[in-house]
């Protein structure tokens, strides 16, 4: 889900929700490279932006 209002310095700010679970795409504590994504029934805020060196 898209939050038009709510931008940061890299963009929109977006929540991703599985409709059929009703959960929420997120991580524990701080955000930070590699950490590995869970599950929760809060929203997490996500900045999607290109990757400077895609994994291939």
């Known amino acids: 889900m898209n939050c038009p ?3 940061d310095k890299e963009g929109p700010i977006f929540t991703t ?3 059929r679970s009703g959960t929420y795409l ?3 504590g701080d955000p930070e ?3 590995p994504v869970t599950l929760s029934t809060e929203p997490r805020q ?3 932006r290109e990757a400077e060196h895609p994994d291939l």
């Open 5 to 7: 209002d709510l931008k």
């Open 17 to 19: 929700r599985n409709h």
């Open 26 to 28: 997120s991580y524990g």
């Open 33 to 35: 490279k590699g950490k």
């Open 46 to 48: 996500w900045t999607f």
